[in-house]
């Protein structure tokens, strides 16, 4: 089944209640998602970007553990900072890491901005990654669309998405309408979207078996897509 610009389902109460019930039984554990620091959840932002979680949670605590904010992240010096983030490919990320640094200290006093406009402006700082700093640091639902939660939501209507689509408006406008109003909702639903991507609803060989949502799904029907 391919995707179709207009117009969207109706999002339904069922499949986000059911997915924040399966991540508060289910969810994993990392540190970034045990505080709110805008700062430290920005880094992890930065260093997830195309890693897996696992493979970053370890750089992770080595640099919040001697740093937390964007002054002190400076004085580690670009070396150590380069050799630090290339443990988790992607070379250019301790660049544009350091440069949002930079950026945070002369533009907004070494404050991470609450606004999404803002955020985006900041080196290396893209909309799924401002939208994560709002929904768990600022306790501001916003939509957070990426490839894993895009292929979730996509699979569960019946729709085939490509990576790109994600950026498009009216994606965008209808992945938001899912998003709960209480904060605290808002978060375990991101996060369980991102878990079930992460664990379950896999690229390929998805284990359909163990799925909250499978109950519903198009995909798990054999009438979704067959990637």
């Known amino acids: 089944m391919t995707s179709q610009k207009s117009p969207y389902p109706e999002p339904d109460t069922w499949i986000v209640s059911r997915i924040i019930s399966w991540y508060r039984k ?40 001697q740093a937390d904010s964007p002054d002190q992240v400076l004085e580690l010096g670009e070396d150590y900072l380069k050799v630090l ?10 660049d ?5 640094c930079h950026e945070l200290q002369t533009e907004y ?8 406009d803002q955020l985006m402006t900041l080196s290396g700082v893209g909309q799924y990654a401002a939208g994560a ?3 768990h640091a600022f306790d501001i639902p916003t939509v957070m669309v990426d490839a894993n939660i895009l292929r979730v939501i996509g699979r569960y209507h019946g729709y085939q998405f490509s990576d790109n689509e994600r950026r498009r408006r009216d994606v965008q406008a209808w992945m938001s309408r899912f998003i709960p109003k ?8 991101a996060l369980g979207l991102v878990d079930l991507g992460a ?21 798990r029907k054999g009438e979704g897509d067959s990637g």
């Open 26 to 65: 289910a969810g994993r554990e990392f540190p970034w998602r045990d505080h709110s620091n805008p700062f430290q959840i920005l880094t992890a932002e930065i260093m997830l970007h195309r890693t897996r979680a696992d493979q970053v949670e370890p750089v992770y605590r080595e640099l919040v553990g």
């Open 85 to 94: 983030f290339n443990r988790l490919g992607l070379k250019w990320r301790s």
């Open 96 to 100: 544009s890491y350091v440069a949002m």
């Open 109 to 116: 006093n070494g404050e991470v901005p609450d606004t999404c």
């Open 133 to 135: 700093v709002l929904t």
């Open 182 to 189: 209480d904060p605290t909702r808002a978060k375990h639903y």
């Open 199 to 219: 664990t379950i609803c896999k690229p390929r060989l998805p284990v359909c078996g163990e799925c909250p949502i499978q109950k519903r799904c198009v995909y």
